[in-house]
């Protein structure tokens, strides 16, 4: 896996919180489908490139095409073809999610919807992400670069602190591996419930 080519691409990606702002709407349902398709997308990515069935990673598109397509009005980007080593093919995912799939469907959004929604979309994709390349290693360049970006995209986003700060929290100090797990599903847990309590208002 090529982790600095990664750290290069996260930077690029984390300019989708510097995106125009329309706030003038709150966008209650499409901020949930925003959530739900980041984290979707990039668990089909990644599923793609390291050997998952065909068929679990259709499932996942069709229900990131469904979300784009009908609540978003985006399109997903198809997935380049994949390379010979699982090294390559990593780098490939990671490149997909930050850069060639997540940062045309944060632009469309924010062109849409508003910096909010962009920048919800991106804290889940890199959220998701944070599953499979987080290391528990001091001083690494990765986990600074997924810090940043996590701040970044949750300070966006319009969510309370309190829900997406413990995980750049974990990540800062260094938590293992397991801790760090266990914090992106319980992110995951409760921004959704957030999001859908935000819609029966």
Known sequence: MNRQRFVLACVVACSLADAARSEEKTYVKERLYAWKLGIKLST?????YQGASKEDVDSYLDACRTMANKGLGTDIPAFPAKKDTAAENGALAMKYITTIGGKPIGQNLAKQFGNEVAC??????????TLVVYQAKKGDELNAELESALARSGKGSALPEALWQPLVTKIKDVA??????REVLRLDEEVTRHLLAEMKK
């Open 120 to 129: 919800l979309f991106e804290l889940a994709m890199k959220a998701r992400l």
């Open 44 to 48: 089909a990515a990644w599923a793609h």
């Open 176 to 181: 293992t591996e397991e801790e760090v797990k």
